[in-house]
């Protein structure tokens, strides 16, 4: 059993930055591939950034690409979003997410088997 939880969301203005963290307990964190999906309200779950067991291995949803960053630290059993020039268009609950089962990571939601509660991010205009 893997558990996730997020922080460092919150309210920020338009064009500022914030960095969510995901802590993981259970598991072998360094062999997993980790992911971060984003949820606004009435919308569909939507992938953001996903990262190798590595590091070594991310992509991004368009949308993100250029102005977010996914990082991990193995040590620390720790993933990263770093997100930079917020709009008011990625106010949303993100998730953090693991694929336990392989090594690279996926834009697909159901590839990962275990989810955080999720962190809210608001961005005003």
């Known amino acids: 059993q893997v558990q996730l939880v997020e922080s460092g969301g919150g309210l920020v203005q338009a064009g500022g930055s914030l960095r969510l963290s995901c802590a993981a307990s259970g598991g072998t964190f360094r062999t997993y591939a980790m992911g971060w999906f984003r949820q606004a309200p009435g919308k569909e779950r939507e992938f953001v950034a996903t990262?190798?067991?590595?590091?070594?291995?991310?992509d991004y949803a368009n949308s993100v690409k250029g102005r977010f960053t996914i990082s991990r630290d193995n040590a620390k059993n720790t993933v990263y979003l770093r997100m930079n020039s917020l709009k008011p268009e990625d106010t949303a609950v993100y998730y953090c997410?693991?694929?336990?089962?392989?090594?690279?990571?996926?834009?697909?939601?159901?590839?990962?088997?275990?989810w955080g509660q999720g962190t809210q991010v608001t961005v005003a205009s």
């Open positions: 990262i190798s067991w590595s590091g070594v291995d991310t």
């Open positions: 997410a693991a694929d336990t089962r392989h090594y690279s990571g996926s834009d697909t939601p159901w590839r990962y088997d275990y």
